[in-house]
């Protein structure tokens, strides 16, 4: 099975109030995200949950997902990594790592990058968007021991993409929401004015 580890834990420092509720579209960052997930080829999905866990579980609702608690969400978010990958059943074979601050991703994105894990034999998957690497990144199970033993003061998943370049298959999409996050305000509101206009564009 190719389970879904969903990074929602974090304190929105830099936004400045928490993203994982900010309206997008006609609900919140990680509902549209949950749902895509959803919406996915993915067989099942964790949620990483952190700071103000209970707000948004109740956020999150009735979903079909299985929530997580990262007691050291203090530490960033290589500790969330860890606390959902240390989650995983034994019948995990490959896991996909999102960030719950890109909204944008779509399920068709994620699907293609399922579809090219499944087909090339690589280990790391990893979308791009004109040449540029992006998120979210497939790893096979095999890499679980790798990413439990980086150290935080490390550099983190580079580490292990670095080291194991012969087993990286770069995904071509079409949709710049794979390199686009929202730390600020500014991200944010630039990330909900191009939804709405490719929405507006599809219509």
């Known amino acids: 099975m190719i389970y879904a580890i969903l990074l929602a834990a974090g304190e929105s420092k830099r936004m400045g109030t928490l993203k994982q509720i900010l309206p997008f579209?006609?609900?919140t960052v990680i509902?549209?995200?949950?749902?895509?997930?959803?919406?996915?080829?993915?067989?099942?999905?964790?949620v990483v949950l952190g700071y103000?866990?209970?707000?948004?579980?109740?956020?999150?609702?009735?979903?079909e997902v299985d929530i997580v608690i990262n007691k050291n969400y203090k530490n960033g978010m290589l500790s969330s990594i860890k606390c959902g990958i240390s989650s995983l059943p034994e019948d995990a074979e490959a896991f996909l790592l999102c960030l719950v601050d890109q909204p944008a991703i779509m399920a068709s994105d994620i699907n293609k990058l399922i579809k090219a894990y499944k087909k090339s034999g690589k280990g790391i998957i990893i979308p791009a968007y004109k040449g540029k690497r992006g998120h979210p990144i497939v790893f096979d199970r095999k890499y679980t021991d790798d990413i439990i033993?980086?150290?935080?003061?490390?550099?983190g998943l580079r580490e292990v993409v670095w080291k194991n370049s012969d087993d990286i298959l770069e995904v071509e999409v079409e949709n710049n929401a794979v390199i686009k996050d929202m730390d600020n305000i500014e991200e944010y509101r630039e990330i909900v004015k191009i939804t709405k206009c490719k929405s507006q564009n599809e219509k």
Do not use: Q
Request: no cysteine; glycine share 10%; hydrophobic share 25%.
């Open 149 to 155: 033993n980086l150290k935080e003061d490390g550099d």
């Open 25 to 27: 579209g006609k609900s």
């Open 52 to 63: 103000r866990s209970e707000e948004i579980s109740g956020v999150i609702g009735n979903r």
């Open 31 to 46: 509902e549209i995200v949950i749902d895509s997930l959803l919406e996915s080829d993915i067989e099942k999905t964790k």
